[in-house]
């Protein structure tokens, strides 16, 4: 059942976040630490195109860090690349160029199995219908982004802004986690209360 699932998910991504067709070529980039989740989208990939790449490059030093020369080549010749590294690759110079270059670029740093598992079976469509800013829809000629998107940036009109905004998700900060949600009050655009509790590892910190 748990690989029928899978099946599913590949399948999703690869219709309905890039409208895959099977003329287009596809690059899986990975590194020795993400193997496994990138051979999962290699062989989704191959159900709709026999032109599909895995390239496996050294795990970087920290995010960011350029790829081999040999990645950037790989990038000019793909239309569709998955970014499946255990770092990210998102502000290097290489995705830059190979996004102008036309490629259609999902970067998704860290991920393994359970987070596959969470987030990317969803209707992508639903999710267009709210916001196609974490919708994660790759069909644009050098669009580029995270599978999941999962961001979505929204600030209070200064001068203007009224009301209450709650924050009750984790940070990504490590060691933080949320006790209750924060709500801030927003008078005449600026942030005027702000009330919760934060845990910072063993220690409590209140606002």
Not at 51 to 66: D, F, K
Request: glycine content about 10%; overall charge positive; aromatic content about 10%.
């Amino acid at each position: 059942m748990q690989n029928e699932n899978l099946n599913k998910i590949g399948e999703n991504i690869f219709q309905n976040c890039f409208g895959i067709k099977n003329s287009e070529k596809v690059l899986v980039l990975t590194d020795a630490g993400k193997r496994e989740e990138a051979e999962f989208f290699f062989k989704a990939a191959k159900k709709f195109t026999n032109q599909v790449r895995l390239i496996e490059i050294p795990v970087l030093m920290q995010s960011g860090q350029e790829p081999p020369d040999e990645a950037l080549k790989s990038l000019f010749w793909a239309d569709v690349a998955l970014l499946v590294t255990s770092l990210s690759l998102s502000h290097t110079e290489a995705r830059k160029k190979a996004s102008l270059n036309g490629a259609r670029i999902a970067s998704l740093p860290g991920i393994n199995f359970d987070i596959i598992r969470r987030t990317l079976g969803f209707d992508y469509q639903k999710i267009i219908g709210s916001s196609r800013k974490i919708a994660g829809i790759f069909k644009t000629s050098g669009v580029f982004g995270n599978l999941l998107a999962g961001e979505a940036f929204i600030a209070p009109v200064e001068g203007t802004a009224e009301g209450i905004a709650i924050i009750d998700g984790n940070s990504f900060l490590s060691g933080v986690s949320l006790d209750e949600p924060i709500r801030i009050t927003f008078r005449w655009g600026r942030a005027w209360r702000i009330k919760g509790e934060i845990i910072i590892e063993n220690g409590r910190f209140l606002v």
